[in-house]
Structure formats: C-alpha cells, structure tokens
C-alpha cells in the first residue's frame, strides 16, 4: 500500500526558512517524478515544483528561485527548500507522486497524495 507523509511544517516569520520533507514506501520513488503542491481553503490546489526520477527539475511560476526540490532515491525522499518565505506561502503543503507531469507546468496526473502539512508564514 502507497504511503506518502509530509513532515517539517510549522509557524515562521516572514523572511525565515524552512525544509518539507516527504518520505514514501510502497511504491518505487526511483522512478516517479514527484512534485509539490499548496493550498489555501477556498482555493485550487496549485503546483509550486516538480523534479523527476532523473533529477531533472520542473517550473512554476509560483515561487521562482525562492524554493528549490531536491529528492533522495536511495532514502524515498522528497523534499522543499522554502527560503524568504513571505505570509502568502502560508498554506499546506502536499507531496505529491505523478503517474504523467508537465516540466513545464508541474501539472499533470497525480497517482499518489500525501496527506498534507501546514505552513504558516506570519508578517
């Protein structure tokens, strides 16, 4: 059974930084690409990055060169580099693994969901 789990949210101050981590088992992470996500109550769920298996990374225009993915295939895991982090990042945070994804957009069919971590960045 897939199991996808975010960790490392939490209450930051605008400016400050933080790490998501996102480890998996029951599926072989080496060959998926994966992506991050966020949401707002109220609103769609938008991608922030993608990466694939073969490290090669995707765009978003939702937070350029502030937050870098990066994965680990030998430990199952994914995660987010937030830096300046601003109040509007505030939302959760999903891992997210692709069955299909656009480089170009970080959309595209997701196959596996974590159940998500919140993030709230105050001014």
């Known amino acids: 059974q897939a199991q996808v789990v975010e960790s490392g949210g939490g209450l930051v101050q605008a400016g400050e930084s933080l790490k998501l981590t996102c480890t998996v088992s029951g599926f072989n992470f080496a060959v998926y690409t994966m992506g991050w996500f966020r949401q707002v109550p109220g609103k769609e769920r938008e991608a922030v990055a993608c990466i694939t298996h073969e490290n090669i990374k995707g765009s978003t225009d939702t937070v350029k060169d502030r937050f870098t993915i990066s994965r680990d295939n030998a430990r199952n895991t994914l995660y987010l580099e937030m830096n300046m982090l601003k109040p509007e990042d505030t939302a959760t945070y999903y891992c997210?693994?692709?069955?299909?994804?656009?480089?170009?957009?970080?959309?595209?069919?997701?196959?596996?969901w974590g159940q998500g971590t919140q993030v709230t960045v105050s001014s």
């Open positions: 997210a693994a692709y069955s299909y994804a656009n480089l170009g957009s970080c959309l595209g069919r997701v196959q596996f």
